[in-house]
T-cell receptor, first 110, second 114 residues
Framework: AQRVTQPEKLLSVFKGAPVELKCNYSYSGSPELFWYVQYSRQRLQLLLRHISRESIKGFTADLNKGETSFHLKKPFAQEEDSAMYYC????????????FGTGTRLTVIP | DADVTQTPRNRITKTGKRIMLECSQTKGHDRMYWYRQDPGLGLRLIYYSFDVKDINKGEISDGYSVSRQAQAKFSLSLESAIPNQTALYFC?????????????FGPGTRLLVL
């Protein structure tokens, strides 16, 4: 099964400080990955995906095949970035390959 | 605006009761999913359906059943609710037309089993 690991359940940073949310994957094949975000009292939504090579709300995520990582980064954290972040592998056609990471709760301290 | 909706949004029930959580979508997506979210455990897949005639167990299907009544509707049932099924439940959809599709989530149903 395709799996992702988010080693940090909680992460706190001060406003204006850089933030990095870690995600490691453990499967072969094309490692296209996603980051989803859940703000307080809102539904889970896509933040960004590797295949798009995009920057959303100042966040970027670089795929490092050597380290099998897809860490989410932002140079200057904002209070509105406080949320739950999930790393996710791509959806496929086989069974049991739809696992999300356990999530990291980011708190940005004013 | 195309959306994913869930009913009810909140539910309190007693141990042993049968309850049903419903999910509807107007996105026209073939694929639908049920997840539960627990603090510290993240998001775990319960069941998924890639089309109306397809139902598959996820990581934690024990104690749950589903019904895909139509392309737009996917219901989750707890036949005999127990307290450790207290959680936040999310429905999601995705479009099978893309190679690496995005999932679209409903607002969630908060379930408390007493």
């Amino acid at each position: 099964a395709q799996r992702v690991t988010q080693p940090e359940k909680l992460l706190s940073v001060f406003k204006g400080a850089p933030v990095e949310l870690k995600c490691n994957y453990s499967y072969s094949g094309s490692p296209e990955l996603f980051w989803y975000v859940q703000y307080s009292r809102q539904r889970l939504q896509l933040l960004l995906r590797h295949i798009s090579r995009e920057s959303i709300k100042g966040f970027t995520a670089d795929l490092n095949k050597g380290e099998t990582s897809f860490h989410l980064k932002k140079p200057f954290a904002q209070e509105e970035d406080s949320a739950m972040y999930y790393c996710a592998p791509p959806l496929g056609t086989g069974a049991n390959n739809l696992f999300f990471g356990t999530g990291t709760r980011l708190t940005v301290i004013p | 605006d195309a959306d994913v909706t869930q009913t009810p949004r909140n539910r309190i029930t007693k141990t042993g009761k049968r309850i049903m959580l419903e999910c509807s979508q107007t996105k026209g997506h073939d694929r639908m999913y049920w997840y539960r979210q627990d603090p510290g455990l993240g998001l775990r897949l319960i069941y998924y359906s890639f089309d109306v005639k397809d139902i598959n167990k996820g990581e934690i299907s024990d104690g749950y059943s589903v019904s895909r009544q139509a392309q737009a509707k996917f219901s989750l049932s707890l036949e005999s609710a127990i307290p450790n099924q207290t959680a936040l439940y999310f429905c999601a959809t995705s479009d099978a037309g893309q190679g690496f599709e995005t999932q679209y989530f409903g607002p969630g149903t908060r379930l408390l089993v007493l």
